[in-house]
């Protein structure tokens, strides 16, 4: 099934909000991340027709959350964008811990730091940011940042980064040993001298194409997910996903609701919809990022043996909300970076 896309401009949204507003469900969620069968299904059994539009990054549904009049009745970002569009008072307070869905999260991912009261967000999905070199490339040792930050003679000019700063700056971070969220100048002076002096070997800075890049090997290494590398090996690509010693970059996305949005009863049942146990499970082989509900485990397609991106052996840190003057550091780094 192709989905049907909202085109991002007001006049689309106005256009897919006709006068029956409560059988139209408007999601905004990360790129290719629902799996079709699922949106097929819940407009079957409901009734509502729903409609996808997909962002590349957090930035980029932040900035939408802040342009108010979304249009949007549920969005995915991740957990450190949801602290933060809580805190702005971008989201609905939809008690999420009295809807179905909850009982099927596992507990460790309740009562987090982003959403202590559990009354905003339901999570998705979870999984790491690294880096993949492609082995037809590059067959070095691939077991720390150095090879991604200080690239050697085989990936000179053949590394491929993110158009956003936030998870390369927090790798950045790892590699350094500089504390996430600092608001330490001269430590953030030596994340902008570590990517300053990776950028002549840097091809391309784009969230975009990014399997045709890395998978043909038009590149060696390049920024990315667990799952992404996953989907794109499994389709036949020479590709491998770092385990780097000094850590993984972790994120989790979640389910949450825009202030304002015109279906919230509906986004309420499509996130109940998506946790049920076989719903979940549909969700993850699709997908291929772990999930934070419970699943069928016999008819789960993803295991360590199969799928060792999924479960790494090395740390894993996840993003944090910054204070306002970190992120202006982040900010600064990345738009002197990309001048």
């Given at each position: 099934?192709?989905?049907?896309t909202?085109?991002g401009?007001?006049?689309?949204?106005?256009?897919?909000?006709?006068?029956?507003?409560?059988?139209?469900?408007?999601?905004?969620?990360?790129?290719?991340?629902?799996a079709?069968?699922?949106i097929?299904?819940?407009?079957?059994q409901?009734?509502?027709?729903v409609?996808?539009?997909?962002?590349?990054?957090?930035e980029?549904?932040?900035?939408?959350?802040?342009?108010?009049?979304?249009?949007?009745d549920?969005?995915?970002?991740?957990?450190?964008?949801?602290?933060?569009?809580?805190?702005?008072g971008?989201l609905?307070?939809?008690g999420?811990?009295?809807?179905?869905?909850?009982a099927?999260?596992?507990?460790?991912?309740?009562?987090?730091?982003w959403?202590?009261?559990?009354?905003?967000?339901?999570?998705?999905?979870?999984g790491?940011?690294?880096?993949?070199?492609?082995?037809?490339v590059?067959?070095g040792?691939?077991?720390?940042?150095?090879?991604?930050?200080?690239?050697?003679?085989?990936?000179?000019?053949?590394?491929?980064?993110?158009?956003?700063?936030?998870?390369?700056?927090?790798?950045?971070?790892?590699?350094?040993?500089?504390?996430?969220?600092?608001?330490?100048?001269?430590?953030?002076?030596?994340v902008?001298d570590?990517?300053?002096?990776?950028?002549p070997?840097?091809?391309?800075?784009?969230?975009?194409?990014?399997?045709?890049?890395?998978?043909?090997?038009?590149?060696?290494a390049?920024?990315?997910?667990?799952?992404?590398?996953?989907?794109?090996?499994?389709?036949?690509?020479n590709?491998?996903?770092?385990?780097?010693?000094?850590?993984?970059?972790?994120?989790?996305?979640?389910?949450?609701?825009?202030?304002?949005?015109?279906?919230?009863?509906?986004?309420?049942?499509?996130?109940d919809f998506?946790?049920?146990?076989e719903?979940?499970?549909?969700?993850?082989?699709?997908?291929?990022?772990?999930?934070?509900?419970?699943?069928?485990?016999?008819?789960?397609?993803?295991?360590?043996e199969?799928?060792?991106?999924?479960?790494p052996?090395?740390?894993?840190?996840?993003?944090?909300?910054c204070?306002?003057?970190?992120?202006d550091?982040?900010?600064?780094?990345?738009?002197?970076?990309?001048?």
């Amino acid at each position: 099934m192709k989905l049907k896309t909202l085109l991002g401009a007001a006049t689309a949204v106005a256009l897919a909000l006709p006068a029956h507003a409560g059988g139209t469900l408007n999601l905004y969620t990360w790129s290719d991340s629902i799996a079709p069968e699922l949106i097929e299904k819940f407009e079957a059994q409901t009734g509502m027709t729903v409609n996808t539009d997909g962002f590349q990054s957090n930035e980029d549904a932040l900035t939408k959350l802040q342009a108010g009049s979304s249009g949007y009745d549920i969005v995915t970002p991740s957990q450190h964008f949801v602290k933060i569009m809580i805190d702005e008072g971008l989201l609905e307070d939809i008690g999420a811990k009295d809807l179905a869905a909850y009982a099927q999260v596992d507990d460790k991912w309740k009562g987090k730091w982003w959403d202590p009261e559990n009354a905003y967000s339901i999570p998705l999905a979870y999984g790491t940011a690294g880096f993949a070199v492609n082995r037809d490339v590059y067959e070095g040792p691939i077991d720390s940042w150095e090879v991604y930050f200080t690239p050697p003679a085989d990936l000179k000019g053949k590394v491929a980064s993110l158009s956003y700063p936030d998870e390369v700056v927090g790798a950045a971070q790892l590699y350094l040993g500089v504390p996430f969220c600092s608001e330490d100048k001269s430590e953030m002076k030596k994340v902008y001298d570590l990517l300053m002096a990776q950028k002549p070997d840097v091809a391309a800075y784009s969230s975009d194409n990014i399997e045709n890049r890395i998978g043909t090997g038009e590149v060696g290494a390049h920024f990315w997910w667990d799952g992404n590398v996953l989907k794109t090996r499994n389709a036949g690509s020479n590709i491998v996903y770092a385990e780097p010693k000094e850590g993984l970059v972790g994120w989790l996305d979640s389910f949450v609701v825009p202030k304002g949005a015109e279906n919230v009863e509906g986004a309420k049942q499509f996130i109940d919809f998506m946790s049920e146990v076989e719903n979940a499970t549909i969700q993850y082989n699709y997908y291929a990022h772990s999930s934070p509900v419970e699943l069928d485990l016999e008819k789960a397609k993803y295991t360590p043996e199969n799928a060792p991106e999924l479960f790494p052996t090395v740390p894993v840190e996840f993003s944090k909300a910054c204070s306002p003057a970190a992120q202006d550091l982040v900010t600064k780094v990345w738009t002197d970076l990309l001048q």
